[in-house]
């Protein structure tokens, strides 16, 4: 088996291995990422922490926004939505980052869209629950906010 090769590190004068750099490289996204993974997450936490990219309601709104419109870049989200473009961008981020939106670059423009059928299932199954039990959610105190 080759040696590993060395890396420079432009920041200082060291270098360090291929092994080393991918590993930092891993880390260092980690460590960046818009969530903290404990230990061992059982499947249910997992499924939860998912489940609440949805309950935020600017976030909710983006992807109605993206099944009703197709695809969108982010200023016109933004305008259509009446939120800040740094805002969007943040939410769109962590739409990504969980696999419910994807992007595709045109030119200079990115365009966000629904990245799975399977998203618009769910939102569209959110709907019809929503009709069968609407004032029970309205009213409902355990889920810290009440419209």
Not at 16 to 32: E, F, G, K, P, Q
Not at 55 to 61: I, S, Y
Not at 93 to 109: D, E, K, P, S
Request: glycine residues 6%; proline residues 5%.
């Amino acid at each position: 088996m080759p040696a590993a090769r060395s890396v420079a590190v432009t920041r200082s004068a060291e270098f360090i291995s291929v092994a080393d750099y991918t590993r930092a490289a891993v880390s260092s996204a980690l460590a960046d990422a818009p969530f903290q993974l404990p230990a061992a997450p059982a499947r249910g936490d997992l499924v939860a922490k998912y489940f609440r990219t949805l309950a935020d309601p600017t976030r909710l709104r983006i992807l109605q926004l993206l099944r009703a419109e197709g695809e969108l870049p982010v200023g016109e989200i933004a305008a259509r939505l009446g939120v800040t473009q740094p805002g969007i961008s943040n939410h769109l981020a962590c739409l990504r980052w969980c696999g419910f939106v994807a992007t595709r670059r045109q030119h200079r423009t990115v365009f966000n869209f629904v990245a799975d059928e399977r998203v618009l299932m769910l939102l569209e199954l959110g709907d019809a629950l929503l009709t069968d039990n609407a004032e029970h959610v309205a009213a409902c105190c355990q889920t810290g906010e009440r419209l």
